[in-house]
Structures are given as structure tokens and as C-alpha cells.
């Protein structure tokens, strides 16, 4: 009985998926829920056009587009839509009248970290196969911020055919935060299997790992650039009892993200060279479309503050040139351009009231250089 209530509930997520995705819509030809005036638009972002929110409550982030340019897949905690309490991956056109999230991953554990594949297949981490309940976690230290490592994640594949997800990159260690490279030969992703938190490389044809980054510290959230010959990345590189403290702390399965800065090299992992040198964490990094500049997230000037607010910048590759690109005041991250350069996708706490909010939703903007 199992087997079967999961077989019609994938059956049921083709008919809704075909349903608003529509092959024969032209989902593209128009801009009109895009907004030039709206209070979702700050003073000094100047290379907005015009906006749209995407989704609309809970935690959802890590919005990233299809190769067609037609779709994001992102991950979302809101129960309205599906989720079961815990991050769980969902699709959308952001472009439909009709703003309508469909479920792809199986709707059990918890996920994170989901990519298109040029076939428009879907990557992504999920502990579902381990334990169908959502994974909790106690922080080691009260009021430390840290990133739980579940060694229960594994890298799996879906389609939109209806077909379960299969396991394609899997260990006895924390896999995940995985992303493909526009050629579509390589994944890159991050794991615990050398016994820190090193950046691996997955060729998709010969199933070949590669090694990329071997020095002390957090290696994570690479992305290709978009001739597939560079990768951008964050990482840590403690020194002395920082190192000590990042050592225990990933013996208990936490990082801790508050010293980053982002590093480029060519997909080999050689030729490293570090982009940011800032205070804080300085993330999310993705690589303008010119190849020659990187939009980042950074909290570099909330530390006073606290440092709770992040806002995308863009810098040249060797850091200068550092121009701020949001200006919400609120959490501006996870930047990701369309392949034809068009869009500009991210997640943020802004809103239309401006008022403080604790929701992440997903936003995407036309974007102009």
C-alpha cells in the first residue's frame, strides 16, 4: 500500500507540474507582473528594472534557474505549499500568471541545495532514504549560530516524469551543496569525505571524483562560471585556536559560517585566488555573465550592528571595484543570473509593507548593467 499511495502521489505531481508549466504558453513573451514602482524596489538599486516576488511565506531560498531560463527550483519549509516542516524542493515559472510551486522531492527528510541539469533533470541533498522524519539538531553552544553537517545527505536525481529520486553521489558522509556546470559535464558539490569540508568535482559521464580543495577550513557553495572554465566558492581558513574551534566543532557536525570570504580558481582547482577580503561572511558568490565579475553576499557592514544584515555586492575577480547592489536593509543573498543573462534571481526579507520579517522569499528581477 505504501509503495502504491507513493506511485499516484508522483503521478499527481506530473498532472499539476504539466498543468502550469505549459509547453504551449508563451512564458517568456511578457513582463507585466514585473514592477518598476513598487516599495519592493530601494533607492540605489539601479540595476533592478523592475521586480517580482516570487513566493509568498516560510523560510524559501536558494532559488536557481533552469537552462531554458523558464523555471527555478528552490527549497521551502512553507506547510501552505507542501513542505513537511523541513526544507523540501519545489519548481515554479516565475513568469505564469498564476504563481504555483509543485513539490519534486519526495516529501519525506529534509533537503537542500537543488540544480537544474541541462536535460531538466533536478540534483539535489535530501536524508529522506535514512529517516522519513525531518532531522533536528541541537546547536553545541546557546547562542552560536552554526550550520548542521548531516552525514545522512546524500546527492540524489529527479526527473519530472514521475519517477523517484535515485541516489547519484552518496557516502557515509555529509554530500551536498551541489551545482552543474553549463557544459553540463561536471557537478561539483561539498563533502566531509576527506574529513573536512572539502569541494569535490563529479564528472557526469565517467561517475570520476576529483579532489579540489585540501586546505583547513569550510570549502562550499561553488558555482561554475559561464564558460564552465572557473569556479567561485566560499571558504574559511582559520588560523591558530580558530582552527582548534573549527576542528571540534565539525567532530560534532556543525560549522560555524562567520569568517568568509570567496575564492575563484579553474575547475581543476588550481590557480586559487581569492576575490574578497572583508569582515564577516562574504557568501553566495555567482559569477556575472561577463566572466569578469562576481555578485557575493556579505555582512560586512552590519558587524557593529550585530551583523544580521546581509546585502548582495559585485566586485571584479581581484576584489576591486566593489559596488552595492541591494539596498533593502533586511537579508538580500543567493544571487543567480538566467543563462541568457536576462534575470536576476535572489532571496530576501523585504516586503511590500517594509516592515521587519522573518520570511525568505524568492524574488526575481530584471536585471541591467
Not at 536576462?342 to 523585504?350: A, I, Q
Given at each position: ?6 506511485l ?11 498543468s502550469?508549466i ?8 511578457t ?5 518598476s514602482?513598487t ?9 533592478f ?5 516570487v513566493?509568498?511565506?516560510g523560510n524559501?531560498a536558494?532559488?536557481y534557474?533552469s537552462?531554458d ?7 521551502s ?5 507542501g ?33 537544474f541539469?541541462p536535460?531538466?533533470?533536478?540534483v539535489y ?6 529517516d ?5 539538531y ?9 550550520w ?21 553521489i552518496?557516502?557515509?558522509h ?7 556546470s ?6 561539483i ?6 574529513g573536512d ?13 576529483k ?5 583547513l577550513?569550510?570549502d562550499g ?15 574559511s581558513r582559520p ?29 581543476d582547482g ?13 557568501w ?5 555573465p ?5 555578485l557575493?553576499?556579505?555582512n560586512?557592514e552590519?558587524?557593529?550592528?550585530g ?5 548582495i555586492f559585485?566586485c ?7 559596488e552595492k547592489?541591494?539596498?533593502?536593509n ?9 543563462y541568457d ?10 516586503n511590500?509593507?517594509?516592515?521587519p520579517?522573518?520570511e ?6 530584471e536585471?541591467?548593467?
Amino acid at each position: 500500500m505504501k509503495q502504491k499511495n507513493k506511485l499516484v502521489l508522483l503521478l499527481l505531481v506530473v498532472v499539476l507540474t504539466s498543468s502550469f508549466i505549459g509547453k504551449n504558453e508563451n512564458t517568456q513573451s511578457t513582463t507585466k507582473h514585473f514592477q518598476s514602482k513598487t516599495p519592493l524596489l530601494f533607492e540605489g538599486e539601479k540595476h533592478f528594472k523592475s521586480i517580482r516576488q516570487v513566493t509568498f511565506g516560510g523560510n524559501n531560498a536558494e532559488a536557481y534557474w533552469s537552462f531554458d531560463n523558464k523555471q527555478l527550483v528552490f527549497q521551502s519549509d512553507f506547510a501552505p505549499i507542501g513542505a513537511n516542516g523541513c526544507d523540501q524542493i519545489f519548481i515554479i515559472n516565475p513568469f505564469l500568471d498564476s504563481l504555483r510551486p509543485v513539490m519534486i522531492s519526495s516529501g519525506t527528510g529534509r533537503t537542500t541545495c537543488s540544480y537544474f541539469m541541462p536535460d531538466g533533470s533536478i540534483v539535489y541533498a535530501s536524508t529522506h532514504e535514512h529517516d522519513a522524519q525531518c532531522p533536528t539538531y541541537m546547536a553545541p553552544e546557546k547562542n552560536k549560530y552554526v550550520w548542521p553537517l548531516f552525514d545522512s545527505y546524500n546527492i540524489y536525481q529527479v526527473g519530472l516524469n514521475g519517477t523517484p529520486p535515485v541516489p547519484l553521489i552518496a557516502s557515509k558522509h555529509y554530500d551536498a551543496e551541489a551545482t552543474v556546470s553549463p557544459d553540463g559535464k561536471y557537478i561539483i558539490f561539498t563533502s566531509t569525505r576527506s574529513g573536512d569540508l572539502d569541494l569535490w568535482r563529479y564528472e557526469i559521464k565517467t561517475k570520476k571524483l576529483k579532489q579540489l580543495t585540501k586546505e583547513l577550513g569550510y570549502d562550499g557553495g561553488a558555482f561554475f562560471s559561464r564558460d564552465s572554465k572557473k569556479i567561485v566558492w566560499r571558504a574559511s581558513r582559520p588560523k591558530a585556536q580558530d582552527a582548534i574551534d573549527y576542528k571540534d566543532l565539525l567532530k560534532k557536525g556543525f560549522v560555524q559560517p562567520k569568517e568568509l570570504q570567496v575564492f575563484v580558481a579553474d575547475i581543476d582547482g588550481k590557480k586559487v585566488q581569492q576575490v574578497t577580503n572583508l569582515p564577516g561572511a562574504n557568501w553566495a558568490p555567482f559569477f556575472h555573465p561577463s566572466g569578469k565579475k562576481v555578485l557575493f553576499c556579505s555582512n560586512h557592514e552590519t558587524l557593529k550592528e550585530g551583523g544580521r544584515g546581509f546585502s548582495i555586492f559585485m566586485c571584479n575577480l581581484n576584489g576591486s571595484a566593489l559596488e552595492k547592489i541591494t539596498h533593502s536593509n533586511t537579508f538580500d543573498a543567493f544571487p543567480m543570473f538566467s543563462y541568457d543573462g536576462k534575470y536576476l534571481s535572489f532571496s530576501s526579507n523585504r516586503n511590500v509593507e517594509r516592515k521587519p520579517s522573518r520570511e525568505t522569499n524568492v524574488f526575481v528581477v530584471e536585471w541591467v548593467d
